[in-house]
């Protein structure tokens, strides 16, 4: 479904120079209809996740009503006021409980960073099974063509309130939070990234990304 959805956004980008006119273009093909949801973060209480890294627990709003829970790991102690900030997206059955997403997040917290990493759509906590590598989100949806791209639509906002989550702590500096995919995650934070102004940087890896017909996601 996602894959669908990036192709034809592939065909746009090749041919349309207004970059205002293309994101709003990409929103209305996955549906996601500005404002984005309030956050209505909640904060359930922190806990040490390796030698000198804390971590917390917390939630935050995203479309349909849902919500997405997190981790944020940080330095213990930090000595300064503001840090910048990462967004981890997991891969295929990849969440916030996947050995890579624990690691990174721990890697760069100890590098200076607040890293966010959540369950996807259909993992671990947003499982009804509590259940991880399900890959719910690779199941064909009917009707095919809208509700293949609002779940597309769904991953690429949860990428979007994870950044402005990130910008509402007072312990990030909001100019330099960049976005990090892996996998399938490279996908979605490819069309994250190309909506989302406020992402700094974009870092896509062992992915097929935007490569057109015929290509990675074709095959």
Same mark, same amino acid.
């Given at each position: ?68 829970? #997190? ?41 200076? #960073? ?106």
């Amino acid at each position: 479904m996602i894959a669908v959805a990036g192709l034809a956004l592939t065909a746009l980008a090749a041919s349309h120079p207004d970059w205002n006119a293309l994101r709003s273009q990409i929103e209305t093909i996955l549906y996601i209809a500005p404002p984005l949801p309030s956050l209505e973060s909640k904060n359930y209480g922190k806990f040490s996740a390796a030698p000198g890294v804390d971590a917390d627990r917390v939630s935050y709003a995203t479309a349909y009503d849902l919500r997405v829970p #997190a981790i944020v790991y940080h330095g213990a102690g930090a000595t300064i006021e503001k840090h910048p900030a990462l967004v981890i997206v997991n891969g295929h059955g990849g969440d916030k409980s996947s050995w890579y997403a624990y690691w990174a997040g721990i890697l760069y917290a100890r590098a200076g #960073a607040i890293v966010l990493t959540y369950d996807p759509i259909g993992e671990f906590e947003r499982n009804k099974e509590r259940r991880s590598n399900t890959r719910e989100h690779d199941a064909i949806v009917q009707p095919e063509g809208e509700m293949g791209r609002r779940l597309s639509g769904l991953m690429v906002t949860d990428v979007m309130q994870s950044v402005r989550y990130l910008r509402s702590r007072h312990d990030v500096d909001s100019k330099h939070i960049a976005v990090l995919g892996y996998s399938m995650g490279s996908f979605v934070s490819a069309l994250s990234c190309a909506v989302d102004t406020d992402i700094d940087a974009c870092v896509l890896t062992g992915g097929g990304n935007l490569d057109g017909p015929g290509g990675h996601w074709d095959t």
